[in-house]
């Protein structure tokens, strides 16, 4: 069942969980686009009109998240495949191309795996914290007992309340990091207040709620991508940032030199990944993990470049 509520389509899912979507118009093959843990849809509204000259284009709100509902079953990645079928199947473009960000990108990856009806898949920079083996350079059991680290601190923060006073202090974190990497000041503020929920106390936090953020986190540390990725049979795009992120504060003198690791391994097995896997396709992406609002217009090109590729202009 589809219904409209302002400026979005609200969209059923089997446990009658409300998915909230935005449908950009657009005629030509038609794609789905999804946003990274703790991102709404508006990530793509600079990438989406872009797509949208020559695709038919729809985002969503992953469930938890934004303005989507969260549903009667735990936050799990199969939850999330589903979810993308539904969608479809109520804008009846079931044989849309899943282009995900981040964790949307191994939402999109799977969906190679277990939608049959899914053509092409695109990653963009999702690639969790990965393995051990892959942070190169680095002890693996030194690697082991820093990713446990940064994986509890994240559950720890995750949905963590604040009061309404402190909502200026997390929009002023989000302007600063919009002034770095020229993204509309507006465009960062106004992701922040579609995530913004309310406590039965009174205070905020930003979605989605710490029981499904933590699902999530964890069904992303329990995902073997690289086995995923050599097992998929139909064209995977695999995009990786090209530029590190700006320092956050707060994190751990040896965050930094753990993410160099690991962006190096990156850049390995990915290019090997591309000699052995002949369904896969890797590029790299000037701008940092904040692409979609950084740099919309490549990140539309080549999205749109491999979907003409692989899927032609009759489209699905």
């Known amino acids: 069942m589809t219904r409209t509520t302002g400026e979005?389509?609200?969209c059923t899912a089997g446990d009658g969980v409300e998915l909230a979507v935005r449908d950009f118009g657009g005629d030509g093959p038609a794609m789905l686009l999804l946003h990274g843990a703790g991102r709404t849809l508006l990530d793509w509204e600079r990438a989406a009109p872009l797509l949208a000259q020559g695709h038919r284009v729809l985002a969503m709100d992953l469930r938890g998240h934004g303005r989507s509902g969260v549903g009667t079953k735990p936050w799990t990645f199969a939850a999330a495949v589903d979810d993308v079928a539904a969608v479809l199947a109520a804008r009846e473009a079931p044989e849309a191309v899943v282009v995900g960000h981040s964790m949307g990108g191994m939402i999109a990856a799977l969906c190679l795996e277990h939608n049959a009806a899914t053509p092409a898949a695109v990653n963009l920079d999702g690639h969790g914290m990965g393995r051990a083996e892959q942070y190169a350079g680095l002890d693996a059991a030194y690697v082991r007992e820093r990713l446990a680290q940064a994986r509890d601190f994240a559950e720890q923060s995750a949905g963590r309340p604040f009061s309404e006073e402190a909502l200026t202090g997390v929009l002023g974190y989000h302007a600063s990091?919009?002034?770095q990497l020229?993204?509309?000041?507006?465009?960062?503020e106004a992701g922040v207040r579609r995530s913004l929920e309310a406590t039965a106390d009174g205070r905020l936090f930003l979605r989605p709620g710490q029981e499904q953020a933590v699902e999530a986190q964890r069904e992303m540390a329990g995902l073997d991508l690289f086995a995923l990725y050599r097992r998929v049979t139909r064209p995977l795009l695999i995009a990786r940032a090209l530029r590190p992120n700006p320092p956050v504060p707060g994190l751990p003198?040896?965050?930094?030199?753990?993410?160099?690791a690991y962006t190096e391994g990156l850049r390995r097995d990915l290019g090997e990944l591309a000699r052995t896997c002949p369904c896969v396709t890797v590029a790299g992406v000037d701008g940092t993990h904040a692409m979609l609002l950084e740099r919309p217009a490549e990140v539309a090109g080549l999205v749109a470049g491999f979907v003409a590729e692989v899927v032609g202009e009759s489209g699905a």
Do not use: N
Request: proline share 5%; hydrophobic share 60%.
């Open 253 to 260: 003198s040896w965050f930094d030199e753990m993410m160099a």
């Open 177 to 179: 990091m919009a002034e």
């Open 8 to 10: 979005d389509l609200v």
């Open 182 to 188: 020229g993204i509309p000041a507006d465009l960062m």
